[in-house]
C-alpha cells in the first residue's frame, strides 16, 4: 500500500495456476452493497460501516447480522478511503478530493459529516486509539498525522519509514505503523510527537518483507502481516524486535484479532482466510473466500466481515462468516511447510481502489487495500504483475493517479 501497496510478483505457472484458480464456495453470507467498497470497521453493537470509494462517496452502514445497508451517511460526494472507530462510538472518513484529503467526524448516531479536518492529498488508512486520538497515515509523505482527541486540525506529524500502509494501536495508546517499503514497523508511545524505536521486517538479503496489515491483540502483542515473506510476525509487548513467526502461505495481506486472542488473516494468492488461535505458532485452519481478499474486521459476535475486491469493478465481494464456521475450520491444522518466499520482480501499485461505473449499478464491489493478482499464464515461467489498489482503480474512480510509490486505503 503507500500503498504501494505493494509490489508483487512474478512466479512460476504452476503456482499461479493454482493461485489463480476460483475459491470453491464458503460458508459466508454475501452483503450486498451498491458501490465500491475499501474499508470496514464494526461497532460494539455489530453495526458495520463500508467505506466506499465508488461515484458518490459515503459510507454504507450495515446493521449486525444484515446483508444490506440500512442508510447510507454522505461524504459530500467524495471518495471514502479510509474509516475508524474512536471509543466512544464517533465514526472517523477519510475522503480524496484531487489535491485536498479530509477526516471526516460522525458523531455516534449521526446521520451526517459534523466537521472535516484537512489532511494532505491522497488516500488515508486510519486508526483510533483509547482516548480517541486519532491516526492519519501519509503515504505521499512517509509521515503520520495525529489528531488530539476531539481535535478541529492536526495536532502533529510524525516523521515514519517509507510508504505508510497500516496503523494498529494498543490499549496503552501506542500506534504501531507497518512501513511497507521501508520493510519496518514504527512505534510512536502515546503523547509521543516521534518514533520511539523502529523494529526491522527485511530479509537476509535486505529487502523489505513486506509488511502490511498490522493487529494489536488485547494483551498488547502485535501481529504484523508480510506479503513477501509468507507470515505473521509477533511483536511481543514493549519488545524492539519481533520473537516469533507464525507461517501463512499465499503472501498475507490483512491481519485483524479477535477479543479472545484468534487471529484471522486473508492471503490474496491462495484467496483464504486463514484461522490461528490464541498462543498457537501455525493455522489451525482456513476457509475460501470469494476471490482475492483484503482487508477485514472481527464482529462483537464473533463473526469475520471480508472485503474482497475483484480485479475489475462489478466481482468484488463482501462477505461474512460466521463464528461457528469459522471455529469448525479451525479444529484441524491445514498449514502446509514455509516455502521460499517469492522475491518481486516489478513494482506495481497495491492499493487499487477500482470505482464503479455509476453508484445506480447494483453490486457486490469492494476494494481491499491490498495487490490483487492479475495472472497471464504462458508455458513455462510466466510473469504476473500484483494488483490492487491505487492507480488503476483512481484512473476508474477518475481520481488523479498518485505522483510518488502510490498511496493508499
Same mark, same amino acid.
Given at each position: 500500500m503507500k500503498y504501494r501497496w505493494a509490489t508483487f510478483t512474478a512466479v512460476s505457472g504452476a503456482i499461479l495456476s493454482l493461485a489463480a484458480?476460483?475459491?470453491?464456495?464458503?460458508?459466508?453470507?454475501?452483503?450486498?452493497?451498491?458501490?465500491?467498497?475499501?474499508?470496514v470497521a464494526i461497532a460494539a453493537d455489530g453495526t458495520a460501516y463500508l467505506g466506499n470509494y465508488g461515484q458518490g462517496g459515503g459510507v454504507f452502514v450495515?446493521?449486525?447480522?444484515?446483508?444490506?445497508?440500512?442508510?447510507?451517511?454522505?461524504t459530500g460526494g467524495h471518495a471514502s478511503t479510509g474509516l475508524a472507530l474512536g471509543p466512544d462510538g464517533t465514526l472517523y472518513v477519510a475522503t480524496a478530493d484531487g489535491d485536498q484529503g479530509a477526516v471526516g467526524v460522525i458523531p455516534a448516531g449521526d446521520a451526517a459529516v459534523a466537521?472535516?479536518?484537512?489532511?494532505?492529498?491522497?488516500?488515508?488508512?486510519?486508526?483510533?486509539?483509547?482516548?480517541g486520538t486519532v491516526y492519519v497515515a501519509n503515504p505521499e509523505g512517509d509521515?503520520?498525522?495525529?489528531?488530539?482527541?476531539?481535535?478541529?486540525?492536526?495536532?502533529?506529524?510524525?516523521?515514519?519509514?517509507?510508504?505508510?500502509a497500516e496503523?494498529?494501536? #494498543?490499549?496503552?495508546?501506542?500506534?504501531?505503523? @507497518?512501513?511497507?517499503?521501508? +520493510?519496518?514497523?514504527? *512505534?510512536? !508511545?502515546? =503523547?509521543?510527537?516521534?518514533?520511539?524505536?523502529?523494529?526491522?521486517?527485511?530479509?537476509?538479503?535486505g529487502t523489505s518483507e513486506e509488511p502490511h496489515g498490522i493487529a494489536a491483540g488485547p494483551d498488547g502483542t502485535v501481529y504484523v502481516a508480510n506479503i513477501k515473506s509468507n507470515d505473521i510476525a509477533v511483536i511481543n509487548p514493549g519488545a524492539g524486535t519481533v520473537a516469533e513467526r507464525i507461517f501463512v502461505e499465499g503472501g498475507p495481506q490483512d491481519v485483524a484479532a479477535a477479543t479472545d486472542g484468534t487471529l484471522y488473516v486473508t492471503s490474496l494468492l491462495t484467496q483464504k482466510l486463514s484461522v490461528i488461535?490464541?498462543?498457537? #505458532?501455525?493455522?489451525?485452519?482456513?476457509?475460501? @473466500?470469494?476471490?482475492?481478499? +483484503?482487508?477485514?474486521? *472481527?464482529? !462483537?459476535? =464473533?463473526s469475520v466481515i471480508v472485503i474482497s475486491p475483484g480485479s475489475s469493478p462489478g466481482d468484488g465481494s463482501v462477505s461474512r462468516f460466521d463464528a461457528a464456521e469459522l471455529a469448525a475450520a479451525s479444529q484441524g491444522s491445514t498449514a502446509a511447510a514455509p516455502a521460499a518466499s517469492v522475491e518481486p520482480t516489478a513494482a506495481a501499485p497495491a492499493a487499487n481502489p477500482a470505482a464503479e461505473g455509476t453508484a445506480a449499478q447494483p453490486s457486490a464491489d469492494s476494494w481491499d487495500t491490498l495487490p490483487a493478482v492479475a495472472g497471464a499464464v504462458a508455458a513455462g515461467v510466466v510473469g504476473v504483475a500484483v494488483w490492487i489498489l491505487v492507480n488503476g482503480r483512481r484512473r476508474k474512480a477518475g481520481l488523479p493517479a498518485p505522483t510518488r510509490r502510490g498511496s493508499g486505503l
Open positions: 484458480t476460483p475459491a470453491v464456495a464458503a460458508p459466508q453470507e454475501a452483503i450486498y452493497i451498491y458501490g465500491t467498497p475499501v474499508r450495515v446493521p449486525a447480522g444484515e446483508t444490506r445497508a440500512s442508510r447510507t451517511i454522505s466537521r472535516t479536518i484537512p489532511v494532505s492529498a491522497g488516500l488515508h488508512p486510519l486508526a483510533a486509539g483509547p482516548d509521515t503520520v498525522s495525529v489528531i488530539a482527541p476531539s481535535g478541529t486540525t492536526v495536532d502533529r506529524t510524525i516523521k515514519v519509514g517509507a510508504g505508510p496503523i494498529a494501536v #494498543t490499549k496503552d495508546g501506542t500506534a504501531f505503523v @507497518t512501513n511497507q517499503t521501508a +520493510g519496518s514497523v514504527s *512505534v510512536i !508511545p502515546a =503523547g509521543a510527537d516521534a518514533v520511539s524505536k523502529t523494529i526491522e521486517l527485511v530479509s537476509d538479503t488461535r490464541p498462543d498457537a #505458532t501455525d493455522v489451525a485452519g482456513s476457509l475460501p @473466500t470469494d476471490g482475492g481478499p +483484503g482487508h477485514l474486521a *472481527v464482529a !462483537p459476535d =464473533g
